[in-house]
């Protein structure tokens, strides 16, 4: 009741006034009579009774409504009001409470995710540390070797946890700039050299030296070393190549990847992006969080680039990245 009274101050106001203005009219131009103003007060204030009335009893669902205390963030609004102004609170209220719940289930979502790859990470981070610790109770004569490549592996995976950490707030950590595309993608190469190395893989650019690109170079390494580290992956033998080619095509630079590795399953390209998705590949030659093409296309989403992936099982894999460039000379 407290809450309509508030709600029909300024109309009571205006019914005051709008008297008061009348009583002035009329008396100005003589025209006032006690009797005959009663009675107009009297219509107007038996009219203001009924039409408050009925406002009253139409928004009293709304009023009730609003009045009970929320118990649960999912309790539904109901409607039950024909008033056109309460219909439409209710039904604003209830979008809203839509989208938040929406918001809320999407983070919790997000947050058993964390939880999921954190877990799996800390599985896979126990590995190389139980071979350091075997390689240093019972070191061979190539335990160097082994010591940096388990610690690679280590890098590597805090590498990926940091960035993945950082994802969420990539729109903070950008910084968009001109970059030569060969000496970017030669950095990466070299930096990752012993990869290429030990899995006798060996890199073959085909990048001319004035293409030019526009991304941030800290999270265009990421997205590529994930990429390479997978065509390595999945392509280890003597003799392999990986394919890295580049060319200008209508003010976008086509960035190609392509290895003639084990090739991915057909029923298992579409699920390739997907989170946590490991694939017939993954469960088939080594561990697997199912995770790098997931931060793959989550970077390229943030960055503005596109991503294609085909495939054939057995005959390889080709990935295509379209970044926004060009050449220095043009």
């Not at 407290?2 to 009219?25: A, C, D, E, H, N």
């Not at 190539?142 to 490549?149: A, K, N």
């Not at 394919?243 to 579409?270: F, N, S």
């Amino acid at each position: 009741m407290k809450l309509f009274f508030r709600y029909t101050i300024p109309g009571l106001m205006f019914f005051i006034v709008q008297l008061v203005g009348l009583f002035l009219v009329l008396w100005l131009y003589d025209l006032y009579q006690p009797a005959a103003f009663f009675y107009i007060i009297l219509l107007d204030t038996i009219a203001l009774i009924i039409y408050l009335s009925y406002r009253f009893f139409s928004m009293l669902p709304l009023l009730k409504r609003l009045q009970n205390p929320i118990t649960s963030v999912a309790e539904p609004i109901r409607p039950g009001s024909e008033e056109p102004i309460a219909a439409a609170v209710e039904q604003f209220l209830e979008r809203q409470q839509t989208i938040f719940r929406n918001s809320l289930f999407a983070e919790r979502r997000k947050e058993k995710e964390r939880h999921r790859y954190v877990d799996q990470w800390i599985h896979q981070m126990k590995t190389p540390l139980s071979v350091i610790e075997l390689i240093l109770e019972h070191p061979g004569e190539d335990y160097r070797t082994d010591l940096r490549h388990e610690v690679e592996r280590l890098r590597t995976g805090l590498d990926q946890m940091l960035y993945s950490s950082r994802l969420e707030a990539i729109e903070t950590d950008l910084k968009a700039e001109q970059l030569n595309l060969r000496i970017l993608v030669m950095d990466i190469i070299n930096q990752e050299k012993r990869l290429f190395v030990k899995n006798k893989v060996y890199p073959k650019l085909e990048i001319e030296p004035s293409l030019y690109v526009y991304t941030d170079a800290k999270w265009f390494r990421f997205l590529l070393l994930q990429l390479l580290t997978n065509a390595v992956k999945y392509t280890t033998g003597h003799g392999k190549e990986v394919l890295i080619r580049a060319v200008e095509r209508d003010g976008q630079v086509v960035l190609t990847l392509i290895d003639d590795g084990v090739g991915i399953p057909k029923r298992d390209l579409p699920r390739v992006f997907n989170a946590f998705f490991t694939g017939e590949n993954g469960r088939r030659y080594g561990e697997s969080t199912g995770m790098g093409l997931y931060f793959v296309w989550q970077v390229c989403t943030k960055l503005g680039h596109e991503i294609e992936l085909d495939s054939l099982e057995g005959q390889g894999t080709t990935c295509r990245l379209k970044l926004v460039g060009g050449r220095t000379d043009d």
